[in-house]
């Protein structure tokens, strides 16, 4: 069971929280309490305390955390069902549903694809990725559905990684994600060339970064489809784009951070656009209803393609996306 620990941190007066609790945690190194933090298990009366840089007032400061219990070493195997859309004896492609996280990490122990994967695949999967990530050649987060590969050896892992470090520049590599962003991008097809790096007060976002920070990120856009609102007139832009965005580069949420940078983040997207809510408004009806229902960034990878590592054979998949996100799709087509 968690253990609950109530503590008085005694830190100087604008001490860091994580800093003052890793001091009082002697078992537990800052690294550990501030992933405690990150996880809401540090509280007061008021609530959680989620900002590991949180500055202490003068003065006792008491709090209560909460000490899960040690997690297994290793992922153990769990009858997950999966959706196979090939496999053979050197990998496997899954169509990843949304929800689906892609490996162990804070919060999420149990219930990963790699959990379903160890339990499909009964131990062969490479471990160049180590013991959390067997396999694991590329992820896509965890509310993005799609087309994902693993290896189920090393060799394969290591053809399929150079592959996926080339980005398909000079390479055989082809990931094509399908997104429903809001507003109408202009120009309809171009090139967002912007270094991603973490956000600088919020370690859990990604952001745009300018100079030398952050690292290098290129998404090719084309807007496939418009649509326009119920009560549009022949003057109005349209509300919502179905776009296709490509990689020249992989980062962490690399296309919704991307798509929000240039004015038109994704619908849905609980981090990236939340300053667009108040557009849901204009959508019609039965729009409104798939959107809430979606819950949940419009964004599947739908398209992957990539030389077999062992055969040579050029492979190439294409999954549409999943229900709710059709109806959505469906209904902006309706309003329109």
């Avoid at 989620?50 to 003068?58: E, F, G, Q, S």
């Avoid at 896509?140 to 080339?166: P, W, Y």
Wanted: with cysteine.
């Amino acid at each position: 069971m968690a253990e609950v620990r109530d503590i008085i941190l005694n830190g100087p007066a604008g001490a860091r929280l994580d800093a003052a609790l890793g001091a009082a945690l002697e078992d537990f190194s800052r690294t550990r309490a501030q992933a405690l933090i990150r996880a809401g298990s540090v509280k007061r009366e008021q609530g959680a305390l989620t900002d590991p840089a949180m500055r202490l007032p003068p003065g006792p400061f008491a709090v209560t955390v909460t000490i899960p219990e040690p997690a297994p070493a290793e992922p153990a195997p769990e009858p997950i069902p999966l959706d196979i859309v090939h496999e053979d004896a050197d990998l496997i492609v899954i169509d990843k549903p949304a929800g689906l996280v892609v490996h162990p990490s804070a919060g999420h122990q149990t219930g990963t694809l790699v959990n379903a994967l160890l339990s499909h695949c009964a131990g062969s999967l490479s471990g160049v990725g180590g013991v959390m990530r067997p396999g694991i050649v590329h992820r896509l987060d965890k509310e993005t559905s799609g087309l994902i590969v693993v290896a189920k050896n090393d060799r394969t892992h290591r053809g399929l990684a150079a592959q996926f470090a080339d980005h398909g520049r000079e390479g055989p590599l082809q990931r094509r994600y399908l997104a429903v962003a809001w507003g109408a991008p202009k120009p309809a097809r171009q090139t967002i060339d912007a270094a991603i790096d973490r956000h600088p007060h919020d370690r859990e976002r990604m952001s745009v970064v300018r100079g030398d920070r952050g690292r290098h990120a290129i998404t090719h856009m084309e807007t496939v489809e418009t649509f326009r609102g119920p009560r549009a007139n022949p003057k109005d832009e349209a509300i919502a784009s179905l776009v296709h965005c490509t990689l020249e580069t992989g980062r962490t949420h690399q296309i919704r951070v991307h798509m929000a940078h240039i004015g038109h983040p994704l619908l849905g997207d609980p981090v990236y656009g939340t300053g667009y809510r108040t557009k849901a408004a204009k959508l019609g009806g039965r729009a409104r209803e798939a959107l809430d229902a979606l819950g949940r960034q419009a964004l599947h990878a739908g398209l992957l393609g990539f030389e077999h590592p062992a055969t040579s054979e050029a492979l190439v998949f294409e999954r549409p996306p999943p229900s709710d996100m059709r109806d959505l799709i469906e209904a902006l087509r309706d309003d329109a």
